[in-house]
């Protein structure tokens, strides 16, 4: 009997695998060749010389080669607490607490902070870590469609006299269509209902904002406005992990309730020597974003006078819109054979219909890269619409 169980989750598998396939959903690993234009390097930092020097000095002064343990077991060292510190003052926030992951850092938070007889409004769009971290904090969701705040006004007035948390959770920079969140606009509905307002600032840390402040920064806000920031560093800062700021209260109720903090093993210490390098350089070299504007530009001039299908975004994050799997495999493929890296988007990562090149840029692309991406993409783009 246990052979005939087996057996048969085996090829419930293989079935639900041969479906992936038909339907041009089958993900795989690829040794990337060419341009690479699918990296989430914005800045370039993570092929800087300096980050691989800071990693080297800490693994030879690091007394281990791993952390050994969680931080509220033997994991911990003084140089995560350095880390954190830099990260409130950096993100404008009393306080912060480093994760692992960005996937960790929102799964952790949003479970850890909701329960059963609350209720989040999350955008249609969100990343697939705050649609997780809502799912198992067994919270009642609301999905609005994505940035429509006359339908989030809606959802608000259906639950107006509920007497339970209520939190609007939502990414800054979309990252799969390089599109903004109305901040100020979601700021002023969460003041005038006593609300609270989560946003995972992963894309635009680093980037955004004439200092690198993200999205807040781009708008104005303070820690007034948005209470609780999720920000990645494996991004714009070229490094590894995640970081939840906010009230002191806040961190500590995280450091004693998020699963994936205090059951996650610690990461290297070098880790984090190579992300204070990183915050450094991001703070100083403010030309890294304007190489970065001015490239985005480019780009989207020239990919618009030979015809490519862009979405509105004016930040790194250039979707292609081809709409079926077919369609954008076959753009990959040939893009591939022309030396430029770039990855198809698919369902379930977005809306069936909507599958998409993700063009992503980095202040390390040439010119010639960049007009040369265009003008191969307003070839395969071609091919696909005549096919």
């Not at 304007?290 to 780009?299: A, D, I, K």
């Amino acid at each position: 009997m246990p052979s005939e169980h087996k057996d048969k989750v085996l090829n419930e598998m293989e079935s639900a695998l041969a479906r992936l396939q038909e339907r041009s959903q089958l993900r795989d690993f690829a040794q990337i060749e060419g341009v690479n234009f699918c990296s989430n390097d914005y800045l370039g930092l993570a092929q800087d010389h300096r980050l691989k020097e800071a990693v080297m000095e800490a693994v030879k002064a690091a007394p281990l080669t791993g952390g050994t343990g969680s931080r509220l077991l033997s994991g911990h060292d003084v140089i995560w607490n350095g880390l954190e510190e830099e990260f409130a003052e950096f993100a404008g926030m009393e306080s912060a607490l480093y994760f692992s992951s960005g996937y960790g850092a929102n799964v952790g938070l949003l479970t850890a902070i909701l329960g059963k007889h609350d209720v989040v409004f999350s955008d249609a769009l969100n990343h697939a870590s705050l649609i997780d971290g809502i799912r198992l904090s067994g919270a009642r969701r609301e999905i609005y469609p994505h940035l429509d705040l006359n339908a989030l006004e809606a959802l608000l007035r259906v639950h107006k006299t509920e007497r339970c948390r209520k939190i609007i959770v939502t990414e800054s920079v979309f990252s799969m269509d390089g599109d903004l969140a109305p901040l100020p606009q979601l700021a002023r509905c969460v003041r005038r209902r006593d609300l609270w307002l989560i946003v995972d600032d992963a894309h635009g840390l680093g980037v955004v904002g004439a200092d690198g402040g993200g999205v807040l920064e781009h708008f104005g806000l303070g820690s007034d406005a948005v209470p609780v920031l999720v920000g990645t560093l494996g991004k714009a800062f070229g490094s590894f992990g995640a970081f939840v700021a906010g009230s002191a209260e806040l961190i500590e109720f995280l450091i004693q309730k998020a699963r994936t903090y205090v059951y996650t093993t610690a990461l290297p210490q070098p880790v984090a020597a190579a992300t204070r390098a990183a915050l450094a350089l991001v703070r100083t070299e403010s030309w890294r974003r304007e190489r970065l504007r001015t490239l985005v530009g480019r780009f989207r001039m020239a990919a618009h006078a030979l015809g490519v299908p862009l979405a509105n975004s004016t930040t790194p994050i250039q979707p292609v819109l081809l709409g079926s799997a077919a369609a954008a495999l076959a753009a990959q493929r040939e893009l591939a054979c022309a030396g430029y890296w770039v990855v198809a988007i698919r369902p379930p990562s977005v809306p069936a219909g909507s599958a998409r090149l993700r063009v992503t840029l980095s202040a390390a692309h040439t010119e010639a890269e960049i007009d040369g991406l265009a003008e191969q993409l307003g070839r395969a783009c071609g091919g696909a619409r005549s096919a």
